[in-house]
């Protein structure tokens, strides 16, 4: 069954360091998500990608953030500057098309110290 | 724009009991709805979605819901309860005309006494 894949499953970063998450999408899916969640707290919309640009983006993914589809099939979150609160678990989700169930992938540990 | 809450935080059950997680949303139109579970350190898992049509869904694992417009509930069942169900379930609403994004409620943590 395909998946959505993250790599690294966990990132211990320094704060102030670029860090940059990976997610390989299902194969034949066109939208793409970034959403975190910090211990304890809901799962929050980060940003949706299509055709090559942003088309959503919450109040959470200011200047510090970037994504961006390198390849036919990466997906990658960057965070040019790490804060504490930059700690959280992140998932990459992928769906079909526009109005169709995400499938999130495993999810990326980041903890900034 | 939309939102979605999850009145009770933590629900404890007997295995072999009955189980029902709460959920309304908050939406103008008949939304998306969707229910995920999360295990300890995995991801999201999608156990079943309403798009459309027979308000009563079959999901993954022995799971349903019920979408009630006329409550804006889409409250999640369970038949019987085995320990493996211990895990936090969310529910998410959406996409919607406001976006592609889905909104999540803060998540029921359910736990299963044997």
């Known amino acids: 069954e395909p998946e959505v894949t993250q790599t690294p499953s966990h990132q211990v970063t320094q704060m102030g360091q670029e860090v940059i998450l990976r997610c390989v999408p299902i194969?034949?899916?066109?939208?793409f998500y970034w959403y975190r969640q910090i211990l304890g707290q809901k799962v929050e919309f980060l940003v949706s990608f299509y055709n090559n640009e942003i088309s959503e983006k919450s109040e959470i993914f200011d200047d510090q953030f970037s994504v961006e589809r390198p390849d036919g099939s990466n997906f990658t979150l960057k965070i040019r500057s790490t804060k504490l609160e930059d700690s959280a678990m992140y998932f990459c989700?992928?769906?079909?098309?526009?109005?169709?169930?995400?499938?999130f992938g495993q999810g990326t540990r980041l903890t900034v110290v | 724009a939309q939102s979605v809450t999850q009145p009770d935080i933590h629900i404890t059950v007997s295995e072999g009991a009955s189980l029902e997680l709460r959920c309304n949303y908050s939406?103008?139109?008949?939304?998306?709805l969707f229910w995920y579970v999360q295990s300890p350190g995995q991801g999201l898992q999608l156990l079943l979605k309403?798009?459309?049509?027979?308000?009563l869904v079959q999901g993954i694992k022995g799971f349903e819901a019920e979408f009630k417009r006329s409550q804006s509930s889409f409250n999640l069942r369970k038949p019987s309860v085995h320990w493996s169900d211990a895990a936090e379930y969310f529910c998410a609403v959406g996409p919607t005309e406001y976006g592609n994004k889905l909104v999540f409620g803060a998540g029921t943590i359910l736990r299963v006494k044997s």
């Open positions: 309403y798009f459309s049509g027979d308000t």
């Open positions: 989700a992928s769906s079909e098309l526009e109005n169709t169930e995400a499938f």
């Open positions: 194969s034949n899916h066109l939208y």
């Open positions: 939406y103008g139109a008949t939304p998306y």
